[in-house]
T-cell receptor, first 115, second 114 residues
Framework: AAGVIQSPRHLIKEKRETATLKCYPIPRHDTVYWYQQGPGQDPQFLISFYEKMQSDKGSIPDRFSAQQFSDYHSELNMSSLELGDSALYFC??????????????FGQGTRLTVV | SQELEQSPQSLIVQEGKNLTINCTSSKTLYGLYWYKQKYGEGLIFLMMLQKGGEEKSHEKITAKLDEKKQQSSLHITASQPSHAGIYLCGADMGSGGSNYKLTFGKGTLLTVNP
């Protein structure tokens, strides 16, 4: 079965550079979530999109922005990178339309290292 | 303070032994999710619980949500080395609407010795 695809899997950037992370949800899923997991930390919710519109926002820095495109894939753009941005970034997707709480499936994550 | 408390933080068991991991909240949980994570890898969905008293099983893993929907337990029977990993509980701490974000516990690191 198709899963959530994230790219790239690994990314190394220098401070003050920009990074773009991509997420391709499971086909027919209408909702995408982004999480950040620092070393030894639990995943922290960043932002979510439902039907290409931002649906909720968590602890996402102003330097970060995200969007969901017409094909439902999503991109997380990170600018002016800081050392503290080094983390595992997860994307998850779910099918919410017409349903209440439903399970979200996570991708393998993108490991971002800022040097 | 952590909204979802997991215990224990780490657990080492001998293969074949049973074990239980707990997830507790001071607030009502509108959806409780259990995930497993191998170090540095993605989260693997295990189970979702929504109703008070609900219990679900998959292979040797059983998860329960208490009647008050504030505590969940994950029980593994006859553990195997393949069960090793980090177990995370996540919950919808909001109003239970159709758009949600998960709050996660700190995780429980399970080691199963052969």
């Amino acid at each position: 079965a198709a899963g959530v695809i994230q790219s790239p899997r690994h990314l190394i950037k220098e401070k003050r550079e920009t990074a773009t992370l991509k997420c391709y949800p499971i086909p027919r899923h209408d909702t995408v979530y982004w999480y950040q997991q620092g070393p030894g930390q639990d995943p922290q919710f960043l932002i979510s999109f439902y039907e290409k519109m931002q649906s909720d926002k968590g602890s996402i820095p102003d330097r970060f922005s995200a969007q969901q495109f017409s094909d439902y894939h999503s991109e997380l753009n990170m600018s002016s990178l800081e050392l503290g941005d080094s983390a595992l970034y997860f994307c998850a997707s779910s099918f919410l339309k017409g349903r209440g709480n439903t399970e979200a499936f996570f991708g393998q994550g993108t490991r971002l290292t800022v040097v | 303070s952590q909204e979802l408390e997991q215990s224990p933080q780490s657990l080492i068991v001998q293969e074949g032994k049973n074990l239980t991991i707990n997830c507790t909240s001071s607030k009502t949980l509108y959806g409780l999710y259990w995930y497993k994570q191998k170090y540095g890898e993605g989260l693997i969905f295990l189970m979702m619980l929504q109703k008070g008293g609900e219990e679900k099983s998959h292979e040797k893993i059983t998860a329960k949500l208490d009647e008050k929907k504030q505590q969940s337990s994950l029980h593994i029977t006859a553990s195997q080395p393949s069960h090793a990993g980090i177990y995370l509980c996540g919950a919808d701490m909001g109003s239970g609407g159709s758009n949600y974000k998960l709050t996660f516990g700190k995780g429980t690191l399970l080691t199963v010795n052969p």
